[in-house]
């Protein structure tokens, strides 16, 4: 069908929604009136998981993801964005219907007009910094989390970024000539875009490239546990270090139960360099070694509780990430060539 030279244009408008994704600019909607306009989507899908570059892929995954959410806000039939819900995710969301039914709930309950179930919810909302997202922040009514509309549209863009990312899209080994050479002329303007453009920030996206022992206090500290000390250290300059702001990190721990704004400003900037006393470090602490962070307990795979064969050819959590992050954007997905052009420097 995507050969039929009428249809060349949901290869051009697909081909447009990848390069406004690679730009970080609102994706372009189209509205012909024509049912055809519905392939845009799955063909602008289907092009990037042919190029299978993980970095591409996070790029179309947020702005696919912001583009869902922009159109869900103008969505005013609620009952509509429940059901669309429900048949694309399986998820249970239930209007809270009339003003009578919400008199008989406790009042902090009737600020909300609809409820979800909790594991649906617990899909989505992890990813989500804010600790206003967390389970425990929120009123939880027998299994029921009572949400907003505007709640509702986030965790729908949310699981969207989230399919994209997770891809498991099949692709036809052969593709028609058109759609192939779409493919090739991303690929061309891959490389330049990707350097050109300004680097991602610090997502739920990625994130990935963490080491399993950052990845692991990164989540514990966004779920609101409370990290020992020597944790909340290495991971403050692990994301000082790698370009975070002193803000962005604040963020990371205003979750947890004993957070204290100023005082985890002062620590943070402490480990920043931007404290007298910390001014002789030139930037600030450099976050500790695989060596330090084993002795603190802080290695996951040291104990037993994670793998990654990377770690296997790194001492320091930063080449890790540095390494990671460069296999990301080059979309290299295989690990087999660790043996080939490094030393092992430890074994687990
Ligand atoms: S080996 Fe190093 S990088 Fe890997 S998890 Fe342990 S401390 Fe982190």
Not at 161 to 167: K, L
Not at 186 to 201: C, N, V, W
Not at 302 to 314: I, K, M, N, Q, T
């Amino acid at each position: 069908m995507l050969s039929d030279p009428s249809n060349e244009y949901i290869i051009a408008e697909a081909e447009r929604r990848i390069i406004a994704a690679l730009d970080q600019e609102p994706i372009p909607l189209v509205d012909n009136r024509d049912r055809r306009d519905f392939l845009i989507y799955p063909t602008a899908r289907l092009i990037v998981e042919r190029i299978g570059n993980q970095r591409l892929r996070e790029y179309q995954a947020e702005a696919e993801s912001k583009a869902v959410n922009a159109h869900l806000s103008d969505e005013v039939d609620t009952e509509f964005v429940v059901h669309m819900c429900t048949e694309s995710f399986g998820w249970d969301v239930r209007i809270v219907g009339s003003e009578h039914e919400k008199d008989r709930l406790p009042i902090p309950l009737r600020l909300y007009n609809l409820r979800m179930r909790f594991e649906n919810y617990l899909e989505v909302a992890p990813q989500f910094h804010q600790s206003s997202w967390k389970l425990v922040n929120r009123p939880l009514d027998r299994g029921w989390v009572p949400i907003r509309r505007s709640e509702l549209d986030r965790l729908i863009s949310g699981k969207f970024r989230q399919i994209i990312v997770q891809s498991t899209l099949e692709v036809p080994t052969l593709l028609p000539a058109r759609l192939t050479e779409a493919v090739q002329r991303i690929e061309s303007e891959l490389g330049s875009k990707i350097r050109r453009t300004a680097p991602l920030e610090i997502s739920e996206t990625s994130t990935s490239a963490f080491p399993p022992c950052i990845a692991q206090m990164h989540s514990d500290a966004l779920a609101g546990k409370n990290l020992p000390h020597e944790a909340r250290f290495a991971l403050a300059a692990f994301l000082l270090n790698i370009g975070m702001s002193t803000d962005e990190v604040m963020r990371v721990f205003s979750a947890s139960p004993d957070f204290v704004q100023d005082l985890a400003r002062y620590q943070v900037e402490h480990i920043a360099g931007q404290r007298r006393g910390a001014a002789s470090r030139e930037g600030g602490y450099t976050a500790p070694g695989c060596r330090k962070m084993q002795g603190n307990g802080l290695c996951p795979v040291y104990l037993g509780s994670a793998f990654d064969p990377l770690c296997e050819y790194v001492l320091h959590p930063l080449q890790f990430y540095e390494t990671r992050a460069w296999e990301i954007a080059h979309g290299i997905t295989s690990r087999t060539w660790y043996g080939r052009k490094r030393q092992k420097k430890q074994h687990f």
